[in-house]
């Protein structure tokens, strides 16, 4: 029996930030939140976002994270340009589109190995700080053989 999802996250959730060591990111989350506004929809990308974007498709964008995990060589945003929430909402030709982009990154920046990290849905269940879909791609120093994990918060 599906249960009736009674927590409702919006479009940033100051929850899931606590994991984060940077204080200023939880900072930054809850001052998106008073403003009550999706941080990643085109309009508002650039006001909390000033990363160029290094790619763009019809679907997607690509941009650095400005608050990487710890431990990364590499950690880009890959955001879906419609505000959209949910896995069903991804279009075939955006699935396209999004490996190409990622093919064409790492390709770009000789990343010999990385992760994709997609939450969808509703923030309270994922891990996620924006609902605004989107996925992460994060790459390690390869180089370091003593380098740390990379942790991020999934659940
Ligand atoms: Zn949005």
Known sequence: MIKEEKIVAG????????????GIYGEVIAQIKKEGICPFCPGNLMKHHTNPILAEGS??????????????????????????????????EAWIELKSLIETFSKENNIPGGTIVMRFGNTAYTGATVSHLHANFVS???????????IARIG
């Open 11 to 22: 479009f940033v959730n100051t929850e899931n930030t606590a994991h984060r060591p940077d």
């Open 59 to 92: 679907c997607w964008i690509l941009t650095k994270n400005a608050f990487p995990y710890e431990n990364v060589k590499h950690h880009i945003l890959i955001i879906h340009k419609n505000h959209i929430e949910r896995i069903e909402e991804v279009s075939p």
């Open 140 to 150: 390690p120093n390869g180089e370091d053989e003593n380098r740390e994990p990379i």
